[in-house]
């Protein structure tokens, strides 16, 4: 089984800043994806960014960006020149690529608190 | 396209009462999620259905829920009878091709008093 781990409950940055989110996770799977999820407080769960596994090139999306390490399991997720809007519940997620098994594996989440 | 769709927004319920959440899928898509969301358990999914056949019920906690999909633009979700520990948010997501991004529904949030 599939796990997924945030290690930083909460955070918080200064409006304009840059801030790093960690994830981690654990699996036997050598094809598979990766996302990472925004809830904000009108707990609609927003898709941010994804990335493929088999894809050495880590995804950008404009302020947002992600560095993939496939040999240390590690997936974290930089918010450059951080905006108010950006205040929510991070989750990463994980799900295979084979086997028919779209299941997302979720982390418990970290809350990012923008300051003005 | 107006997203997936989820009814009722909020349901407050006693307990022992039946309550049934419904879902619609974005048009096209042909797989269907049900998660829960709570401080305790996080996200979990509960059972996800590809072109309207159950694929994986693994994560539905008991025999009290049960979910259907009678055709591509329309899922329910029952718990019966409902007991405090039900309170949650519920999710549905759908997606468009096998290992797609998932897109999720605004949530119901379920109170069993």
């Known amino acids: 089984a599939q796990t997924v781990t945030q290690s930083q409950p909460e955070m918080s940055v200064q409006e304009a800043e840059t801030v790093t989110l960690s994830c981690t996770y654990d699996?036997?799977?050598?094809?598979?994806?990766l996302f990472w999820y925004k809830q904000p407080p009108s707990r609609q769960m927003i898709l941010v960014i994804r990335?493929?596994?088999?894809?050495?090139q880590n995804a950008t999306e404009n302020r947002f960006s992600v560095n993939f390490q496939k040999a240390a399991k590690s997936f974290s997720l930089k918010i450059s020149d951080s905006q108010l809007g950006d205040t929510a519940m991070y989750f990463c997620?994980?799900?295979?690529?084979?086997?028919?098994?779209?299941?997302?594996?979720f982390g418990t989440g970290t809350r990012l608190t923008i300051i003005p | 396209d107006a997203g997936v769709i989820q009814s009722p927004r909020h349901e407050v319920t006693e307990m022992g009462q039946e309550v049934t959440l419904r879902c619609k899928p974005i048009?096209?898509?042909?797989?269907l999620f049900w998660y829960r969301q709570t401080m305790m358990r996080g996200l979990e999914l509960l059972i996800y259905?590809?072109?309207?056949?159950?694929?994986?019920d693994s994560g539905m906690p008991e025999d009290r829920f049960s979910a259907k999909m009678p055709n591509a633009s329309f899922s329910t979700l029952k718990i019966q009878p409902s007991e405090p520990r039900d309170s949650a948010v519920y999710f549905c997501?759908?997606?468009?091709?096998?290992?797609?991004?998932?897109?999720f529904g605004p949530g119901t949030r379920l109170t069993v008093l």
């Open positions: 997501a759908s997606s468009s091709l096998i290992f797609s991004e998932q897109f």
């Open positions: 259905f590809n072109n309207n056949v159950p694929i994986d």
């Open positions: 699996t036997s799977e050598n094809n598979y994806y």
């Open positions: 990335q493929e596994a088999y894809k050495q």
């Open positions: 997620a994980f799900m295979k690529r084979m086997g028919g098994n779209e299941k997302l594996t």
């Open positions: 048009s096209g898509h042909n797989s």
